[in-house]
């Protein structure tokens, strides 16, 4: 490996952070990225042994009603729980969902794959909106697992979250400071500063992927039974890109003044310094989405709890390797083991 690839690292000798050598393939961060379309996890939720689907209610009136998953071990084990949230567009059965959830449930951790508010089959029954910033309901996820399944978190409660659901874990994480009830937690390609993300996506070639994820958001946003007003859905259809939409309508809608406002009141960046949970975040530096700079302009303490898992390539939650295998899971499985062996 080079020296310039060993320096992405930005803190070297990670027991559960192995060199990143990808896929001769699947070459670039656009096509590390696209990989995602090529997962073929074998994990079937629907047949999955004990799996348990399960509903919870906010407390809005009248209330929307969100859903998740939990999958257990095949056999016994004492490794805990680990909570996966999904990214802009996604859903508890979308393949990385999957394939993360299968990686975990053969090293020994059960999982709960949630649909966040408005997503996957949470989306007949919310006609709210989830967004970046939103923490609240993590928290009623959180406690519902504790106090109305404590069985799931009788051994202890992990998290790996993606993209703009990983922005939503870390600052979950950063409210909750030392008292958070997740142990360890991996942010897979989290966009930490959401206005410079937003500006990255208007360039070049980025724009294919702020295209992509405009439709992915309209789709959710305009979906039947959602609570718009006739303006909102105008602003909703009217925009073009990822930015005019949460200047036009996201950030009205939250009561703010426009888009950098919303950005500045809601990404991870400004609040990570108040995380106390040992957390893993991988980013590669040819990320489409996510500006390189956010990363690699951060002073990073050796002592933790915050690792960077930075690596040249590997586009945006992408990191398929040299024998198809994604990176990410191997040492997300490393790591939280390795939380696991200090805290018992």
Aim: proline share 5%; hydrophobic share 35%; net charge negative.
């Amino acid at each position: 490996m080079s020296d310039r690839l060993t320096s992405r690292f930005a803190i070297e000798n990670f027991e559960w952070l192995d060199p990143f050598e990808p896929s001769r393939l699947w070459v670039g961060g656009t096509l590390q990225t696209l990989s995602i379309k090529s997962l073929r996890p074998g994990l079937d939720i629907d047949t999955h042994q004990g799996c348990e689907p399960f509903e919870i209610s906010g407390d809005q009136t009248p209330p929307d009603v969100m859903s998740g998953y939990y999958l257990p071990t095949l056999g016994r084990t004492n490794r805990p729980t680990t909570i996966l949230l999904h990214g802009m567009g996604g859903h508890a059965r979308s393949g990385y969902m999957r394939s993360m959830a299968e990686r975990l449930i053969q090293a020994g951790y059960p999982v709960v794959l949630w649909n966040n508010r408005g997503a996957g089959s949470s989306a007949r029954n919310c006609s709210r909106f989830h967004h970046p910033g939103y923490t609240d309901d993590l928290n009623h996820l959180v406690e519902f697992v504790q106090s109305e399944r404590p069985q799931w978190t009788r051994h202890g409660l992990n998290a790996v979250a993606f993209s703009l659901g990983a922005n939503v874990l870390l600052r979950y994480l950063a409210e909750k400071g030392s008292d958070s009830p997740i142990t360890a937690a991996a942010s897979v390609s989290a966009p930490l500063d959401m206005e410079v993300t937003s500006r990255n996506l208007r360039c070049g070639l980025n724009r294919m992927f702020d295209r992509y994820l405009l439709k992915k958001q309209r789709d959710e946003l305009l979906r039947e039974g959602a609570e718009l007003s006739n303006d909102e859905r105008a602003a909703i259809k009217k925009a073009g890109s990822v930015w005019e939409l949460d200047d036009t309508f996201t950030a009205p809608h939250l009561g703010y003044e426009e888009a950098q406002q919303f950005y500045r009141e809601n990404s991870a960046i400004y609040v990570l310094d108040k995380i106390r949970t040992q957390t893993l975040l991988f980013h590669a530096s040819d990320d489409p989405v996510v500006d390189d700079e956010v990363f690699t302009g951060r002073e990073w303490s050796a002592g933790g709890p915050l690792y960077p898992a930075l690596a040249e390539s590997g586009g945006h939650t992408g990191f398929l390797d040299r024998n198809g295998a994604r990176w990410h899971e191997r040492a997300c499985v490393r790591f939280f083991d390795c939380m696991s062996e200090r805290s018992s």
